[in-house]
């Protein structure tokens, strides 16, 4: 427990513990990738040990079983990028197409706003270059060779997360046998974690292939594409689905013109309604009850934090803050401020912590 001298005013104490928190802040951000492929793997443990424990059960070896999950999981990414990678080459492979009817859609504009007396001046008096505009954003916003790094340091490091976790759940366990209350919080938010991100990978799932279903149909180029990156940014909350729409916008107004762009607006409106609604609330075991506002504020922090898998994870990362903080009794009333404090409620039976972990290797 934190203690200050008497001498100190409420105000010094409460100055003297934001200052801790910004110093706290600014190391972790200084360390940024190392902590983000941790926390990264510790959310992978969390969904995958359950899998891991049900192989334990049928009397396959622990490592075995890890062994086993590990290898699903790295298959089903690899062919996720594969998949990806053969969408962007197709684009690649026909941007002069692009550029010829970005050249088109940029002339009907000029004769549009011309036909009605607006002079375009400089705006589009030359067409962009898309051939040179897409590589270098693509370089801007990402580095593959470092991102191919974290990516297996993330996995290696769930793999021997996935080895000790059921040792480690009994370590937790005996630690807080004697407070029953917090296992019992902790069981519970390990749960929401879980749950928030089976029934939003289920929901992208869905929700990607319909969308990428309705743009080939359509016969917007890189439909493909659009649905997977509809299924990777429907992970950010609020903003993920409207920035994963937008290059389906551009290749369906570069294709069809201003109707097609209005028509996939529609297509984005309908599924976000559909979808993101009554079919996330069906798939939900439980309503994750967070302030609007929270949700919004933890995207902008933890993406300033950790970059875009801070914006992924935004929700499971400020559940287990919320987590922490419910631990504290000095702290837990920064829950009730927030109004997340339901979620620690004593309604409900909570998740099925399951049964104890299998003590075999």
């Known amino acids: 427990m934190m203690t200050f001298p008497a001498t100190l005013s409420p105000t010094e104490r409460i100055l003297l513990c934001l200052a801790l928190a910004v110093v706290i802040i600014l190391g972790i951000k200084m360390i940024g990738s ?3 492929i941790v926390l990264v793997a510790l959310i992978l443990t969390m969904l995958l040990y359950p899998a891991t424990r049900w192989l334990r059960t049928k009397g396959i070896p622990t490592l075995a079983a890890v062994t086993l999950v590990t290898i699903v999981a790295v298959l089903c990414l690899v062919v996720l990028g594969l998949v990806t990678l053969y969408s962007f080459n197709m684009i690649i492979a ?13 002339a009907d504009v000029t004769a549009f706003l011309g036909a009605h007396g607006i002079s375009t001046g400089p705006l589009f008096s030359t067409t962009p270059d898309l051939a040179s505009i897409i590589p270098s954003l693509l370089s ?3 580095n593959i060779s470092q991102d191919l790094m974290d990516l297996f340091f993330m996995a290696a490091t769930t793999f021997f997360m996935l080895l000790e976790a059921p040792w480690f759940i009994k370590r937790v366990e005996s630690m807080l046998h004697g407070e029953p209350e917090k296992l019992r919080q902790l069981s519970r938010m390990s749960g929401y974690v879980i749950d928030f991100i089976v029934v939003r990978t289920e929901t992208n799932i869905i929700h990607g292939t319909l969308f990428g279903g309705s743009l080939a149909v359509m016969g917007v180029h890189g439909a493909i594409l659009w649905g997977v990156l509809t299924c990777i940014l429907g992970y950010i909350p609020y903003f993920g689905l409207i920035i994963a729409a937008i290059p389906a916008i ?6 069809f013109g201003l109707w097609g762009a209005v028509v996939v607006i529609v297509i984005v409106c309908i599924l976000n309604l559909v979808i993101e609604n009554p079919v996330f609330s069906w798939l939900a075991a439980r309503k994750f009850e967070i302030p609007a506002l929270v949700v919004i504020i933890s995207v902008i922090f933890w993406g300033w934090l ?5 914006m992924l994870f935004a929700v499971p990362f400020t559940l287990m803050l919320l987590t922490l903080i419910q631990f504290s ?4 009333w920064i829950n009730t401020l927030f109004g997340v404090e339901s979620l620690f409620g004593k309604s409900g039976a909570g998740p099925d912590p399951g049964p104890d972990p299998v003590k075999e290797v």
Do not use: K
Not at 306 to 310: D, E, S, T, V
């Open 94 to 106: 026909d941007m002069p197409q692009y550029q010829n009817e970005l050249t088109v859609r940029f």
């Open 140 to 142: 801007s916003l990402m």
């Open 306 to 310: 950790f970059g875009l898998a801070g």
């Open 329 to 332: 009794d000095e702290l837990r």
């Open 34 to 36: 190392t902590v983000t």
């Open 250 to 255: 551009f290749f369906a107004w570069l294709q």
